[in-house]
């Protein structure tokens, strides 16, 4: 899975969460919380943290750390599968966003948060692979991974085959961490007018945008 993100990350541990017989009392708050972060109730999740969770995170980091997310994997969509282990009154919802899904792990104690991480989930789905334009004849280009600049920007070349010298065109991202390919679901918009122009023998250069980092880890680990 790939999320594309660069935000700080709070590097504290999460109480172990084991999986048995959810709580419902424990999947509603649950869900409140995830609601909470949707509309921005920042303050709302915050007042609800353990003092020793609140010593060790502020609220403007709970803010950029969804942030962080929504611009990694794309607006929020829906609740998919929950478990819970009510011994631990422990909850793990996964939370589909438009690009990824991840697994949102929250455990209460005396009424307080006293554990909250973002993970990738376990239960992904395999990426689907993007098929190839039918106006694209892969025989006819190469391409060439490259870096570019000094932040080491991942890119790649797409050249026609044969001699002389090509028109050539920059593949210039849109908002957002996007990456060379533009990729979102099972479409590579970039990729594909890379390949499309190749074939009709114009060279092009695309390449990850700096706010872009494949397979980053969004997790926010907080602990009583």
């Given amino acids: 899975m790939r999320l594309l ?21 424990d999947v509603d708050a649950a869900k409140a919380v995830v609601a909470q972060f949707v509309s921005g109730d920042y303050a709302g999740i915050y007042a609800q943290l353990s003092d020793q969770v609140k010593a060790a995170v502020t609220q403007e980091q709970l803010e950029q750390a969804w942030d962080g997310i929504v611009k990694s994997a794309g607006a929020f969509q829906q609740i998919g599968d929950i478990t819970g282990d009510a011994a631990t009154h422990s909850v793990v919802l996964t939370l589909q966003f438009e690009k990824a899904a991840l697994d949102f792990h929250i455990a209460f104690a005396n009424n307080q948060i006293v554990g909250l991480r973002f993970t990738p989930t376990a239960s992904a789905t395999p990426a689907v692979e993007a098929p190839t334009p039918t106006y694209a004849d892969t025989s006819a280009f190469t391409e060439t991974a490259v870096t570019i600049g000094d932040l080491k920007l991942r890119g790649t070349i797409t050249m026609p085959n044969g001699d002389g010298s090509f028109p050539a065109v920059v593949l210039i991202a849109g908002s957002g961490p996007e990456d060379q ?44």
């Fill in 5 to 25: 993100s660069r935000f700080a990350l709070l590097l504290i541990l999460l109480v172990p969460l084991s999986i048995h017989a959810q709580d419902q009392t």
């Fill in 181 to 224: 390919d533009e990729t979102i679901g099972p479409n590579k918009p970039f990729r594909d007018i890379a390949w499309g122009l190749a074939a009709q023998g114009v060279a092009s250069i695309r390449f990850d945008k700096r706010t872009y980092q494949p397979k980053a880890a969004l997790d926010i680990g907080l602990c009583q």
